[in-house]
């Protein structure tokens, strides 16, 4: 039970890149989460899903898109990166009518 | 006006102190209150769960709400070097699918 892992832990990007960060669980959890933390700033949500093929905005969704094709993954896209998407990105999973939040390792981006 | 508020610290102090981390709130609708601690380079992990108001206890980790002042707490007792982390405060309204979180205290243990 690997509990929710991210990919990749590292990247650096240059501006105008585009790059996809995978975030997996395996506990079956209906509810993902995308968040961004910053410091100072705590941890911003970006996207999250309630279910398979759904997903919603959260606080900081601009410049980022998000899919969930299977229950298990949650994909956050950048299309075209920017300086201030430097940050360190973490994934979440709860159970439904839960409110404990399962985080994983996190992802360090930086864009030069 | 953020709708919690967390000192960011950061906060020192000597092995052994009773160490006390504090959160205030704006929505007196939050049902759900959590703390989750954070070390370096890791993901956050749940410390304390609390639901509506009062006390909660957990070994050395006392997490207490206070709706009426919109408050909560963490307690630290005896506190030791391994405690050394970010604590972020988070709360939830009831039937919420998403968590609120404050900017996290930087706590630091020192030997």
């Given amino acids: 039970n690997a509990g929710v892992t991210q990919t990749p832990k590292f990247r650096v990007l240059k501006t105008g890149q585009s790059m996809t960060l995978l975030c997996a669980q395996d506990m079956n959890h209906e509810y993902m989460y995308w968040y961004r933390q910053d410091p100072g700033m705590g941890l911003r949500l970006i996207h999250y899903s309630v279910g398979e093929g759904t997903t919603a905005k959260g606080e900081v969704p601009d410049g980022y898109n998000v899919s969930r094709l299977k229950k298990q993954n949650f994909l956050l896209g950048l299309e075209s990166a920017a300086p201030s998407q430097t940050s360190v990105y973490f994934c979440a999973s709860v159970l439904a009518g839960k409110e404990t939040q399962y985080f994983g390792p996190g992802t360090r981006l930086l864009v030069l | ?111």
Avoid: H
């Avoid at chain 2, 504090?22 to 939050?30: E, I, K």
């Avoid at chain 2, 007792?77 to 900017?103: E, I």
């Fill in chain 2, 1 to 111: 006006q953020k709708e919690v508020e967390q000192d960011p610290g950061p906060l020192s102090v000597p092995e052994g102190a009773i160490v006390s981390l504090n959160c205030t709130y704006s929505n007196s609708a939050f049902q759900y209150f959590m703390w989750y601690r954070q070390y370096s380079r890791k993901g956050p992990e749940l410390l304390m769960y609390t639901y509506s108001s009062g006390n909660k206890e957990d070994g050395r980790f006392t997490a207490q709400v206070d709706k009426s002042s919109k408050y909560i707490s963490l307690f630290i007792r005896d506190s030791q070097p391994s405690d050394s982390a970010t604590y972020l405060c988070a709360m939830s309204l009831q039937g919420a699918q998403k968590l609120v979180f404050g900017q996290g205290t930087r706590l630091t243990i020192n030997p």
